[in-house]
């Protein structure tokens, strides 16, 4: 498939070492509570999750994300996905695949993750009137009779971590999602094709905002690399 990359390939391991350090001096107080719409530090049980508006899909992943279930995250993600790494995070940018994609989020929304990135509190939020999102319309080379659809929105959001670290996004944080039809005309099903974590331009010196540390949400993710992640 043909991606719209605009970043390269890039090794994940400085981010991590990165990330990892500013993890290990940092002894913030876990004092902040995110609060807000659907956010809560246990599951429910699982929402019902349609996808027949292109809407729909983004209020899914906010529901996906404060409620802690990679489960409904994963439905939305199109088999071909590809996440693209924030430019600010290193000197060149970085992608990953669906598979990637997956194990990184469940991780971090494990309320049961085993270990000190066990995320207890999140908080995610989009900043536009989800019915009224404006896209840019094309057709992609990899798929000549398929219309894909591109905005770029603005959104908030909160990791609070066990170890009493809390990372969130700077004031200008946006990213920029690629979605598609996956099903037909008359019953569509919207999935994410591509998300490209635009960051903002003080994640590049790792500003900091009160006890939060200011991250791109793929710099969160690429915290759960293996160790020997090339």
């Given at each position: 498939?043909?991606?719209?990359?605009?970043?390269?390939?890039?090794?994940?391991?400085?981010?991590?070492?990165?990330?990892?350090?500013?993890?290990?001096?940092?002894?913030?107080?876990?004092?902040?509570?995110?609060?807000?719409?659907?956010?809560?530090?246990?599951?429910?049980?699982?929402?019902?999750?349609?996808?027949?508006?292109?809407?729909?899909?983004?209020?899914?992943?906010?529901?996906?994300?404060?409620?802690?279930?990679?489960?409904?995250?994963a439905?939305?993600?199109?088999h071909?996905?590809?996440?693209?790494?924030?430019?600010?995070?290193?000197?060149?940018?970085?992608?990953?695949?669906?598979?990637?994609?997956?194990?990184?989020?469940?991780?971090?929304?494990?309320?049961?993750?085993?270990?000190?990135?066990?995320?207890?509190?999140?908080?995610?939020?989009?900043?536009?009137?989800?019915?009224?999102?404006?896209?840019?319309?094309?057709?992609?080379?990899?798929?000549?009779?398929?219309?894909?659809?591109?905005?770029?929105?603005?959104?908030?959001?909160?990791?609070?971590?066990?170890?009493?670290?809390?990372?969130?996004?700077?004031?200008?944080?946006?990213?920029?999602?690629?979605?598609?039809?996956?099903?037909?005309?008359?019953?569509?099903?919207?999935?994410?094709?591509?998300?490209?974590?635009?960051?903002?331009?003080?994640?590049?010196?790792?500003?900091?905002?009160?006890?939060?540390?200011?991250?791109?949400?793929?710099?969160?993710?690429?915290l759960?690399?293996?160790?020997?992640?090339?």
């Amino acid at each position: 498939m043909r991606r719209l990359s605009r970043f390269r390939e890039r090794r994940l391991g400085t981010i991590r070492d990165r990330v990892i350090a500013i993890a290990g001096i940092a002894c913030v107080s876990a004092l902040l509570s995110c609060g807000g719409s659907g956010d809560s530090t246990t599951a429910p049980s699982t929402p019902t999750y349609t996808l027949t508006t292109k809407s729909q899909l983004f209020s899914d992943l906010t529901k996906a994300f404060n409620r802690h279930d990679p489960a409904a995250y994963a439905k939305l993600l199109d088999h071909n996905f590809v996440f693209y790494l924030s430019a600010f995070d290193q000197t060149t940018g970085a992608e990953w695949d669906r598979a990637t994609e997956v194990d990184y989020t469940s991780k971090l929304l494990d309320l049961d993750y085993d270990g000190s990135l066990q995320c207890d509190s999140v908080y995610f939020a989009f900043h536009y009137d989800l019915p009224y999102i404006a896209y840019h319309v094309f057709t992609p080379a990899s798929a000549p009779n398929e219309s894909w659809y591109q905005t770029t929105l603005s959104c908030s959001f909160l990791f609070h971590f066990g170890l009493g670290v809390t990372f969130g996004s700077a004031s200008n944080n946006t990213m920029t999602f690629v979605i598609r039809n996956a099903g037909t005309e008359s019953a569509p099903v919207w999935k994410f094709v591509e998300i490209h974590d635009n960051g903002s331009p003080e994640l590049g010196s790792g500003g900091k905002d009160g006890d939060v540390y200011l991250m791109s949400l793929g710099r969160v993710k690429a915290l759960y690399a293996p160790q020997d992640s090339p």
